[in-house]
């Protein structure tokens, strides 16, 4: 192996962060390199956890999307945003807090399989959590502003502020977060990336120190930023929504830029012939 950034970077690291979009797949397609990757941690047994700020799909949702493109990940791989906020939620509020939630599906269902109460009412509310929620209304809004009056704290799964589609920017849970904070004055504490807590979260999982742990990802402003703050290796894929001319100019400089996960697979498989 050279001393390329790339071998630098994965010298001593045998535990992987990984995201999603933009990294393995780009929508139902996956990214060249992504399953080759997955197969080989699994035959080397090398610990990997998928982390990914979306907070309306469960962790189950995840890995069976994955499945089907036929990656080996199960459900205990997948960290969510709003499995790592009922993690911190729990740790903050106490178990079975009652929770005021903004959001869909994924989130409410992770929240009520945490053994927290789901409430309506600003007044019961102990905190209140907010993840995107694609039919908002005024009422909850409302409601959510007298709970944050009150005093519970705002825990945010996810601060991204436009949602990427095939049609083009969408508002995203950072868009709520800030009418939230308009009206109230309240800040959120956020959980999802580019705060490193997450990552925290599941090197726990895993069992592995920073200096074993690696961060691929994406976005050099959410992945790479978080990864920086957890003080794991950083590698920056191009394969999504960061261009190598973002790099000179973004809060954090990866630890090594590569066209995709088939160069970091391709460098893996060189190290161990
Ligand atoms: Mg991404």
């Given at each position: 192996?050279?001393?390329?950034?790339?071998s630098a970077?994965?010298?001593?690291?045998r535990?992987f962060?990984?995201?999603?979009d933009?990294?393995?797949?780009?929508?139902?397609r996956?990214?060249?390199g992504a399953?080759?990757?997955?197969h080989h941690l699994?035959?080397h047994?090398m610990?990997?956890?998928?982390?990914?700020?979306n907070?309306?799909r469960?962790?189950a949702?995840?890995?069976?999307?994955?499945?089907?493109m036929?990656?080996?990940?199960?459900?205990s791989?997948?960290l969510t945003?709003?499995?790592?906020?009922a993690i911190?939620?729990?740790q903050r509020?106490g178990?079975g807090?009652?929770?005021f939630?903004i959001g869909?599906?994924?989130?409410?269902?992770t929240?009520?399989?945490?053994g927290?109460?789901?409430?309506?009412?600003?007044d019961?509310a102990?905190?209140?959590?907010?993840?995107?929620?694609?039919r908002l209304?005024y009422d909850?809004l409302?409601?959510a502003?007298?709970?944050l009056?009150?005093?519970a704290p705002?825990?945010a799964?996810?601060?991204?502020?436009?949602l990427p589609?095939e049609s083009?920017f969408?508002?995203?849970?950072?868009?709520?977060?800030?009418y939230?904070?308009a009206?109230?004055?309240?800040k959120?504490?956020?959980?999802?990336?580019?705060s490193p807590?997450?990552?925290?979260?599941a090197m726990a999982?895993?069992?592995?120190?920073v200096?074993e742990?690696?961060?691929i990802g994406?976005g050099?402003?959410?992945?790479?930023?978080?990864?920086a703050?957890?003080?794991?290796?950083?590698?920056?894929?191009?394969s999504?929504?960061?261009r190598e001319?973002?790099?000179?100019?973004?809060?954090?400089?990866?630890?090594?830029?590569?066209?995709?996960i088939?160069?970091?697979?391709q460098?893996?498989?060189?190290?161990?012939?």
């Amino acid at each position: 192996m050279g001393t390329d950034p790339l071998s630098a970077v994965l010298a001593g690291r045998r535990a992987f962060l990984v995201d999603l979009d933009g990294v393995i797949y780009e929508g139902a397609r996956a990214i060249d390199g992504a399953r080759e990757f997955f197969h080989h941690l699994r035959a080397h047994r090398m610990p990997f956890h998928l982390i990914t700020n979306n907070s309306t799909r469960t962790a189950a949702d995840v890995a069976l999307h994955l499945q089907r493109m036929d990656m080996p990940v199960s459900e205990s791989d997948v960290l969510t945003s709003p499995e790592a906020t009922a993690i911190h939620v729990e740790q903050r509020c106490g178990h079975g807090a009652c929770i005021f939630v903004i959001g869909e599906d994924g989130l409410v269902r992770t929240l009520i399989a945490h053994g927290f109460t789901l409430t309506t009412e600003p007044d019961r509310a102990d905190a209140v959590v907010c993840g995107l929620d694609r039919r908002l209304t005024y009422d909850r809004l409302r409601r959510a502003c007298m709970a944050l009056r009150r005093g519970a704290p705002l825990i945010a799964t996810n601060p991204d502020r436009a949602l990427p589609t095939e049609s083009g920017f969408l508002p995203g849970n950072g868009a709520t977060l800030a009418y939230l904070e308009a009206a109230t004055g309240v800040k959120p504490l956020v959980i999802g990336k580019p705060s490193p807590t997450m990552l925290q979260i599941a090197m726990a999982r895993m069992r592995s120190t920073v200096a074993e742990t690696v961060m691929i990802g994406d976005g050099i402003e959410t992945d790479i930023l978080a990864g920086a703050r957890a003080s794991v290796g950083t590698i920056l894929v191009l394969s999504g929504v960061t261009r190598e001319a973002d790099v000179a100019n973004a809060s954090a400089t990866p630890g090594a830029v590569v066209e995709s996960i088939a160069t970091v697979w391709q460098r893996l498989i060189g190290g161990h012939s």
